[in-house]
């Protein structure tokens, strides 16, 4: 079981726009920052977003990341069939070890 | 543009040990303050990070291996190394070496393709 807790999967229709959580505690997200992942099959883990809401370059603006307390979320836009993927949270705990959250399975419709 | 990549057997025995390398180009582990990290994942699962190694070797491991654990670096070659003693079938997965960038926070910004290693006998 994660430390950093995520919905299993989620689900949008091309178009749509999808929020995905990701929950810690204060030891974790509370006091840390948080960055997104997008995995899509058989491939390696990709960065979508860093410090909380930071893009890096070549991700579309469609993502976006943002972090409240002890939860964060990753919104995608404009919702696309390329988009289907499996999607993780990651931050740092206060001991410097690193989180991952279980991923989330987004399908597009 | 920073690559990595994982070298090793795919292969490894019940309570043997299991030895990895990732290899750096493109860019030094000895320069900047980046730290270089080991994920795994195992089956149809989610990810799992296994520790971390600074230029210094100074490192950072999972509390639920760090008894199993030892991860080392050679800046000359532009190499780290993960070593996980004791292995089982629980050990079977795909393991991916990444970099871990500090700036604005903590982050995995660069990552190997990832190589499979199977713990069967």
């Known amino acids: 079981q994660s430390v950093l807790t995520q919905p299993p999967s989620a689900s949008g229709t091309p178009g749509q726009r999808v929020t995905i959580s990701c929950s810690g505690s204060?030891?974790?997200?509370?006091?840390?920052?948080v960055s997104w992942y997008q995995q899509l099959p058989g491939t390696a883990p990709k960065l979508l977003i860093y410090?909380?809401?930071q893009r890096p370059s070549g991700v579309p603006d469609r993502f976006s990341g943002s972090k409240s307390g002890t939860s964060a979320s990753l919104a995608i836009s404009g919702l696309q069939s390329d988009d289907e993927a499996d999607y993780y949270c990651a931050a740092w705990d206060d001991s410097l070890y690193g989180l991952f959250g279980g991923g989330t399975r987004l399908t597009v419709l | 543009q920073v690559q990595l990549q994982e070298s090793g057997p795919g292969l490894v025995k019940p309570s043997q040990t299991l030895s990895l390398t990732c290899t750096v180009s493109g860019g030094s582990i000895s320069s900047g303050a980046y730290y270089w990290s080991w994920i795994r994942q195992h089956p149809g699962k989610g990810l799992e990070w296994i520790g971390n190694i600074y230029k210094s070797g100074s490192t950072y491991y999972n509390p639920s291996l760090k008894s199993r654990l030892t991860i080392s670096v050679d800046t000359s070659k532009k190499q780290f190394s993960l070593k996980l003693s004791s292995v089982t079938a629980a050990d079977t997965a795909l393991y991916y070496c990444?970099?871990?960038?500090?700036?604005?926070?903590?982050?995995?910004?660069?990552w190997g393709q990832g190589t499979l290693v199977a713990v069967s006998s």
């Open positions: 990444a970099r871990v960038n500090p700036v604005d926070g903590r982050y995995f910004d660069y």
């Open positions: 204060n030891s974790n997200i509370g006091s840390n920052t």
């Open positions: 410090s909380n809401n």
